[in-house]
């Protein structure tokens, strides 16, 4: 038997023993787990699964042992998610602290804030949020303000970023401040830590058209950041946001297949029977069928794009401005086709004269307008691949 | 099925962009159009493209071919598209070489693929008999009388039908217009007394012809395989056609949009280069996305094909989608990006405007492989 084999043996057998059993039912959103301070279990067994999976570092399987993750290499890793897909278990830890950050903490990080922040984001202790944007600065981010004043021993933080995800239940936030203000605009930025708890920080959830939302506004209001929370050098921080960035895009092109992004998972295609009706098994009005066939066929030659990009190796690096480009306008044209196949009642608000599914599908339909700016706009990824791919003048 | 070439796919494409740079560039094309060249091909040129190998490729090697597959003919094809270059390996190497090796019998593929493979002959499909593609609606005849069948009727747009040596007809032994069953394929000698070819000339300039049948009369050996049960072959052969006329159109996709690019980069107006201009920046963008499409869309297709996927129908109306899709897109917004200079005769990029709409007919437009693919995939 191969090392490998040896290895898909022990996570079987030790998956077996420690994943509980409810752990292996499908997800249900209130019993989502994000760790953190303030953590809520309404499932007991949530709390326990996320204690084991984060005691073997298998929350963060790739990341070094030292630092309390996984340790283990990139075949193993898949042995991992296949054993884990096998069992049909609950994701242990959902975090922006490993999907985002760790792996900047890991490239430009010292020694003192590997060991203090990384076994903390493996284990689900410290819940970890994200502040790039400003009111004044979306597109344009590196024209951020929220300034940062040396003060000797700590940077005394002020102003305002917007559209940070569960600022109101994060711990602590990675934030790009301006520390250079006499450099140009890319040179005066850096990457500083902030505990939520710091006296000054406060946060405000914002509204979406689609209703409730995660996003917030988050203030610093002369908040002090001790100058061991600055990662990398001082002014340097683009070069970080735009890896963090990379990382964000490549999660939301997954937007382009069915299923995939923010949505309420529902088939174009059976919606369609569903609220137009059948006629000898197809789409019963043939021009809803036109207009949902196009996008089925652009859906699918997407994802043989995204299939592609993986057999080659990921090697087209402006890739992810595309798929981010072409995944997220794909979700929205899908939840317009959805909405107008629908009819009447693809226009519910709340309950009255309407059903939990109904009412989730216009929600997503709003939702999946965001889908489009956040993350950098479709208009800011063309411009990304008319400069970098086909090299064109600026 | 892995998303990339395997390594002779790409030694095979590599040799035909060399191939095309040298000896094909665009003024090949230009040249054979200008001398009124009936064929629309060069014969030294084809002579050349047998001696690579290229019209043996989907010939299993018993007959002489290197039997490369799908994959190995569509790479080459779309080098060629990327210059414009004519010659028979579509009609004959793709549609001649599949439908004589799927239908026909050991005696006639021993009689017609060594030909095909040395370059002695090449051959033509007829099929379509009205305005649109429409591979069943098929209304010409064949009846046996005394040991000889008799063809009547008439087809259309037969893609280098004014050179084949020899034409491959289908014909309606039994059953009605519009149905699969009741189909057989005779082959037919370009000479044959009944069979009144005519070329037709058409705007990209190649080699196409209409066809008469008046008691066309063929002994017994002219039926491939046999009577009656051709339809399902014929569709499976107009497949591999889509595919590798799909790789042909990605080549020409690429090219016109690779010239137009450059000149973006070159052409000044209000003393700065007009690929400065957002609103031309943003329409290239798309469409290098919809060219990425493509290539996944041709690649999928191919490997479909040669690994004789239950999807092949599916794949191969996908990619001959996308690809007149991705083509008629680029040929269209290459002349407007040109201005003026692009609407010249003098200018190459027309010739891929010209090419593009004829090509987009060729076995089913986008139209036609967008209800295919809903009926296939139950929409």
Known sequence: MSDLEVFRQEVSEWLEENCPPSMRTPLVPEEEVWGGRNAQYVNPESKLWLERMGEKGWTAPSLPTEYGGGGLDRDQTKVLHQELYKIKARPALNSFGIWMLAPCIIEFGNEEQKREHLPKIIKGEIRWCQGYSEPGSGSDLASLSTKAEDMGDHYLVNGQKVWTSYADKADWIFALVRTGPQEPKHSGISFLLIDMASEGVSTKPITLISGKSPFCETFFDDVKAPKENLVGVENSGWTIAKKLLQHERNFISNFGLAGGGTGSGADVVSIAKKYLGEDNGKIAHPSHRDNITLHKMKEHAFGLTLQRSGDEGGKASAASSMFKYYGTEHNKDRYELMISSMGNKGLGWSEQGFSDDEQAITKAWLRTKANSIEGGTSEVQLNVISRRVLDLPS | ?379
């Open chain 2, 1 to 379: 099925m892995k998303l990339i070439l395997s390594e002779e796919q790409q030694f095979l494409k590599d040799t035909a962009q060399s191939f095309a740079r040298d000896k094909t560039p665009t003024n090949h094309f230009r040249k054979l159009r200008d001398d009124g060249n009936a064929k629309c091909w060069d014969d030294s040129i084809w002579q050349e493209m047998v001696q690579l190998g290229w019209s043996g490729i989907l010939v299993p090697e018993e007959f002489g071919g290197s039997d490369f597959g799908i994959a190995g003919i569509s790479v080459i094809m779309q080098e060629l598209g990327k210059t414009l270059t004519p010659s028979p390996l579509l009609a004959t190497s793709v549609l001649g070489v599949s439908t004589i090796k799927l239908l026909g019998s050991d005696e006639q593929k021993k009689n017609y693929l060594p030909k095909i493979v040395s370059g002695e002959a090449t051959t033509a499909l007829a099929v379509d008999e009205g305005n649109h593609h429409s591979p069943f609606d098929i209304e010409a005849t064949a009846t046996l009388e005394d040991d000889k069948w008799i063809l009547n009727g008439q087809k259309v747009f037969i893609i280098d039908g004014a050179s084949a040596d020899f034409i491959l007809i289908v014909a309606r032994t039994s059953g009605k217009k519009g149905e699969s069953n009741g189909l057989s394929v005779f082959i037919a000698d370009k000479n044959s007394t009944g069979l009144e070819v005519s070329q037709i000339s058409t705007a990209d300039c190649r080699n196409y012809a209409n066809l008469v049948m008046s008691n066309l009369t063929l002994n017994a050996e002219a039926l491939l395989g046999e009577v009656d049960i051709a339809g399902e072959i014929i569709e499976q052969v107009l497949d591999l056609g889509r595919i590798a006329m799909a790789s042909e159109m990605l080549g020409n996709t690429e090219e016109a949009f690779e010239i137009t690019v450059s000149y973006l980069k070159e052409r000044k107006q209000f003393g700065v280069l007009i690929g400065s201009f957002q609103a031309l920046q943003h329409r290239a963008a798309k469409m290098f996305c919809e060219i990425e499409l493509t290539k996944s869309a041709v690649l999928a297709a191919m490997h479909a094909a040669d690994e004789n996927s239950n999807e092949l129908e599916r794949l191969s109306s996908l990619a001959k989608f996308q690809a007149g899709e991705t083509l008629h897109l680029v040929s269209n917004e290459a002349i407007q990006m040109h201005g003026g200079i692009g609407v010249t005769d003098e200018y190459d990029i027309g010739f891929y405007l010209k090419r593009a709409r004829v090509a987009e007919q060729i076995f089913g437009t986008s139209e036609y492989h967008q209800a295919r693919y809903a009926d296939i995939s139950g929409f």
